[in-house]
T-cell receptor, first 115, second 109 residues
């Protein structure tokens, strides 16, 4: 079956512009996660959704970052007024549910470059 | 809080050498433990997992045993291949996932 998909795969934007990153999780997966991976670094947790709700937004780096999920499916991560330090690979993952024990399935990521 | 600490890399081994990548965890509850692998130019994929103490996860010749007494989940492989060159991430889940910083492995012929 289809895995997690993300779009765009690459995004180059000018400093100060807004960007939207999209994630399509595996069908039926109720939990969805966003991470950021900077060059040579580990995974930085940003936010997770259980259904359409995001119980914990404390991982978002600043108020320029926001995320939403609609219909328990597609999620959008929006970065406003992008800065050069936002350049990274943004990864989305989904799992059957938020409860422990279920593995996450990752998308291929969106590589964001802010010039 | 919950966290994972894994061995820093990079690690370079010759083909057929024995591999150990150490991973220890801190968790307030009863986490599930995972190893993920990221091959060059690819996304993260699950390598193996264990959901309770003393469970052993295994896949592609890799093994890791959930040790509650030492709060560890070390990754091992008896004979590595060039194709095992990748970055390996240890992770725990108590609902939310916590990932280690990753260990880069290069296997040379």
């Amino acid at each position: 079956g289809a895995g997690v998909s993300q779009s765009p795969s690459n995004k180059v934007t000018e400093k100060g512009k807004d960007v939207e990153l999209r994630c399509d999780p595996i069908s039926g997966h109720t939990a969805l996660y966003w991470y950021r991976q900077s060059l040579g670094q580990g995974l930085e947790f940003l936010i997770y959704f259980q259904g359409n709700s995001a119980p914990d937004k404390s991982g978002l780096p600043s108020d320029r970052f926001s995320a939403e999920r609609t219909g328990g499916s597609v999620s959008t991560l929006t970065i406003q007024r992008t800065q050069q330090e936002d350049s990274a690979v943004y990864l989305c993952a989904s799992s059957l549910t938020w409860a422990g024990g279920y593995e996450q399935y990752f998308g291929p990521g969106t590589r964001l470059t802010v010039t | 809080g919950d966290s994972v600490t894994q061995m820093e890399g990079p690690v370079t081994l010759s083909e057929e050498a024995f591999l150990t990548i150490n991973c220890t965890y801190t968790a307030t509850g009863y986490p599930s433990l995972f190893w993920y692998v990221q091959y060059p130019g690819e996304g993260l994929q699950l390598l193996l997992k264990a959901t309770k103490a003393d469970d052993k996860g295994s896949n592609k010749g890799f093994e890791a045993t959930y040790r509650k007494e030492t709060t560890s989940f070390h990754l091992e492989k008896g004979s590595v291949q060039v194709s095992d060159s990748a970055v390996y991430f240890c992770a725990l889940s108590v609902g939310q996932f916590y990932f280690g910083t990753g260990t880069s492995l290069t296997v040379i012929p």
